[in-house]
């Protein structure tokens, strides 16, 4: 195993103050920080505090697609962990919806790297506690671009992260529309534990007409069987 370690932590949901305090520290300490992009509420502490840090943003404009980019990301965190110790930070939790993490783990043993992983809270948290469920009563977590997962017969309340356009909402309103009646109340969730968080309650057929979707926009869809018995 190298000498050198890469620690990997994620910076919350986007509340400066939902930073664990165990990566506050490690993100004081550290020497070297990547950050997966700077596009996230919480990077704004880091420039308060003065915080040294290089980002991967210029990756994602030369990467054909998401793919090639996390592959490019995984192999440029490997060749600097061996050369120094990394502290990673990627937004939200490194263990929910994070396809860097998952390359990182996937790879850690080849690579032979040391490799440790803080955990985080996710966005999902806040979720929960806006839409006052349990996930322990039966919850799916999908990505918006995974068309499969999407297009699947529904059989518990939904949740769709990476709903970052109006474009992939469109794509999105057409798959779930063959379960679901074009009016289905779905619930529009954006900027959660912001301070300017919205929770809107709107018809399915109106997803792609609003206009502040971005990356921390997410969509929730309560399950209804009485529509999915009749389909």
Do not use: C
Not at 203 to 222: G, Y
């Amino acid at each position: 195993m190298a000498d050198h370690k890469l620690t990997v932590a994620g910076l919350g949901p986007g509340d400066a103050g939902l930073i664990t305090r165990e990566t506050w520290a490690r993100i004081e300490t550290a020497e070297h920080i990547l950050l997966r992009t700077r596009i996230h509420p919480t990077v704004e502490a880091l420039d308060a505090a003065g915080i040294s840090y290089e980002t991967y943003d210029a990756f994602y404009e030369d990467a054909e697609d998401f793919d090639e980019l996390y592959e490019r990301i995984v192999d440029d965190l490997f060749t600097r962990a061996r050369a120094a110790d990394i502290l990673y930070l990627v937004p939200g939790s490194p263990f929910v919806a994070e396809r860097t993490v998952q390359l990182l783990r996937e790879r850690v043993t080849e690579m032979e790297i040391n490799i440790e992983i803080l955990p985080a809270m996710s966005f999902l948290e806040p979720l929960f506690a806006a839409l006052g469920i349990d996930p322990v009563n039966g919850l799916s977590i999908v990505d918006a671009l995974n068309e499969e997962a999407v297009a699947a017969p529904p059989d518990q309340d939904l949740v769709i992260t990476q709903l970052y356009s109006r474009e992939i909402a469109s794509d999105l309103k057409i798959l779930l529309m063959e379960h679901f009646p074009d009016t289905q109340e779905v619930i529009y969730l954006h900027h959660l534990a912001l301070p300017d968080e919205r929770i809107r309650r709107i018809p399915l057929f109106e997803l792609d007409w609003q206009e502040d979707i971005d990356h921390l926009t997410t969509l929730f869809v309560p399950y209804t069987p009485v529509f999915w018995e009749k389909s």
